[in-house]
């Protein structure tokens, strides 16, 4: 194309390449063509998300070559010494230095397969849009609470540290719900303060206002357990374990009395644990059925997945 010039822009040691949204001017690190910025999911091609030290190195690169093409005979030199210098100085850095920075989460997408290197816990996968926070409860969350019932934690702590697990990541789904689907200013209001500890206020919430189910395809005995638990949190967490007043008015309970101790078996945490998971990935479907992932890197890497024929 006319007025263009290639420029070569190399990865870092990893093999990753830093990226800046243009829209929030965020930083992450992924391959080498993004298409979603994991914070706040704007879309672009992915040269709009070269990096600012990207950026620098592009532009110096087309001065110097304009420089050349257009001046007279001669040679024209980049110094590559002064790029390894650079990199164990404290010195202002030359034009032409690249480098990019390690961030918190290290994830790879489950639906594409990119590499992804973001600041907190949960984003989007800057090639395909797809959410880590599934992933990430059901593949890191819900296995360490696992892992400590089994290596002699109680359970009331797993009912506690399980529904404390729910609600951040269904927090998290809410505010990009808020953020990105139009609603009233009453729904929006109302989704900013909610907490989500009261299953059936939760359940009510999400499927009135964005038609999602949390506990689609569950048993009514799982989905009253479940309910059960969320008030029997509280009191893990606040009231040590004592039944109060609020607990019996709120769910009716009669199993207990006022004053009680609540104690939970193993299997019961380890039942809650499995539903907590079967809530999450129903909000994670109805997520993505409103904020649907880019399709392309998802049908590519199935079919990079997928067995050859003639294989195992």
């Known amino acids: 194309m006319d007025g263009c010039f290639p420029v070569f822009v190399q990865s870092d040691s990893e093999g990753r390449f830093g990226h800046d949204c243009p829209a929030c001017g965020s930083y992450w690190r992924s391959g080498p063509w993004p298409a979603v910025c994991p914070y706040c999911a704007a879309q672009a091609p992915g040269h709009q998300f070269l990096s600012k030290a990207q950026l620098r190195y592009v532009s110096y690169y087309c001065s110097v070559l304009q420089e050349a093409l257009g001046g007279a005979d001669g040679e024209v030199k980049i110094d590559m010494d002064v790029v390894a210098d650079a990199t164990h100085s404290d010195e202002e850095k030359p034009a032409f230095y690249v480098s990019e920075q390690s961030q918190q989460q290290k994830f790879s997408c489950v639906a594409c397969g990119e590499f992804n290197d973001i600041l907190g816990r949960f984003g989007y996968c800057s090639r395909c849009g797809t959410r880590n926070d599934m992933a990430d409860f059901e593949g890191r969350s819900i296995p360490e609470i696992r892992d400590r019932l089994k290596a002699g934690g109680t359970a009331e702590n797993a009912v506690r540290d399980g529904v404390a697990a729910f609600d951040s990541v269904v ?75 609020r607990y019996l008015d709120q769910t009716g309970d009669t199993t207990v009395n006022l004053k009680q101790t609540l104690h939970e078996s193993a299997a019961s945490a380890h039942d809650l644990l499995g539903s907590l998971l079967k809530m999450v990935k129903n909000l994670h479907v109805g997520f993505h059925e409103l904020i649907e992932p880019l399709p392309e890197p998802i049908r590519d890497f199935e079919r990079r997945s997928a067995p050859r024929k003639g294989t195992a």
Do not use: W
Not at 174 to 184: D, G, M, R, T, W
Not at 208 to 231: R, S, V, Y
């Open 171 to 245: 927090g998290q789904y809410a505010k990009q719900l808020v953020s990105l689907v139009p609603l009233s200013k009453a729904r929006k209001s109302r989704l900013e303060r909610q907490r989500f500890h009261d299953l059936a206020e939760a359940r009510s919430v999400f499927k009135n206002c964005f038609d999602i189910d949390l506990c689609a395809g569950m048993k009514d005995a799982d989905i009253q357990a479940t309910a059960l638990a969320f008030h029997r949190r509280h009191l893990y967490e606040h009231n040590g374990g004592e039944v109060d007043q």
